[in-house]
């Protein structure tokens, strides 16, 4: 009888044992296997038998998901030098901006190619004691953050670092991710971390100086384009008189304009000179839109025969000098 009972706690104790040392690694998870100190292996998700011993035989579990870690104003201070980088260039010189920037970082997965004889990157990171909180993590990374950052500025002018971002991402990214940096080390490589410049704060007299010029080129484009579409507009009236002059309809008009690039392009360069003389006489100024001495729209109908080859039912006449709207009152 006593045997037998020792026989079934024996097998209860077993059962237990079994029972604890089966772990799960959750689907968001990856793990190392460290046996009395020793990191042996690293497993992916998934039920895993990890034998029970006080604790001296354990998983150290590292998540799956990718950390977006912000770092906000980082003081850089930009080379002096000519930019663009070629004789004749304007030199601009050294001076101190304010960089936020985000990295995006996530732990190397048990898949990760390991070469022969090499320790695995996770393994890596375990002995490097790299946490795995966000703040923790943060703060254990943020020199090698901060040194990129500054070196890689370090090697621009502030007006390359302010029109040329995309070039200033790829030098600090080089920079971060340097083979011999602390980062690299931990065993982080490039598929595992990436570094970006989310915002360059420059010197209000600086924001100025490049504001200004390009707030003047929009303007001008924007009056271009304004330009333009009241020219387009008018165009369409002047394709209207030329059907009645010619005795066809508008859509044909439109056909042949559309089949003729250059009678198009011509035919809208006398619109907006017709625009042009138009807004003059807005602001009080009398107009005569001189084009070999005719009427301008008779003139445009005349290069529609032109270039066309067509004979009207209804030939214009021409016409010195007549006005294409009345002089403002007051100067009559």
Not at 95 to 116: G, H, K, W
């Amino acid at each position: 009888m006593l045997i037998t009972m020792i026989l079934i706690t024996v097998l209860v104790l077993v059962a237990m044992w079994v029972i604890e040392s089966i772990k799960i690694i959750g689907p968001d998870e990856m793990a190392v296997f460290v046996v009395f100190g020793v990191p042996v292996d690293v497993w992916d998700s998934g039920p895993h038998f990890v034998p029970w011993a006080f604790g001296l035989i354990y998983l150290k579990r590292y998540p799956k998901k990718t950390y977006n870690l912000e770092y906000k104003g980082i003081d850089v201070l930009t080379k002096k030098g000519r930019y663009p980088d070629q004789d004749g260039a304007e030199v601009y010189g050294a001076v101190s901006i304010m960089v936020d920037a985000a990295e995006y970082l996530n732990f190397p997965r048990p898949d990760t190619p390991v070469e022969e004889k090499k320790t695995h990157p996770l393994i890596r990171t375990l002995r490097a004691g790299i946490p795995i909180d966000e703040d923790g993590l943060r703060e254990w990374t943020r020199e090698a953050v901060e040194n990129a950052v500054r070196l890689a500025f370090g090697q621009i002018t502030w007006r390359q670092a302010a029109e040329e971002l995309k070039r200033v991402n790829n030098l600090v990214a080089e920079v971060f991710r340097d083979v011999d940096g602390a980062i690299v080390k931990a065993g982080f490589s490039s598929g595992h971390i990436k570094l970006a410049i989310s915002k360059i704060q420059l010197p209000k007299e600086l924001e100025v100086a490049l504001v200004g010029p390009e707030k003047t080129r929009l303007q001008a484009e924007a009056a271009t384009k304004d330009a333009e579409a009241q020219a387009i507009d008018r165009l369409g009236t002047i394709l209207q008189v030329i059907a009645l002059s010619e005795g066809i309809t508008l859509e044909d008009v439109k056909k042949r304009v559309k089949d003729d690039k250059k009678l198009g392009a011509r035919l809208l360069g006398y619109a907006m000179k017709l625009h042009a003389e138009i807004e003059k006489a807005d602001r009080g100024a009398f107009f005569q839109l001189e084009s070999s001495g005719q009427n301008p729209f008779l003139d445009m109908i005349a290069l529609w025969r032109q270039m066309t080859g067509g004979g009207g039912k209804n030939p214009p006449a021409s016409g010195g000098g007549l006005p294409l709207a009345p002089p403002p009152r007051g100067r009559q």
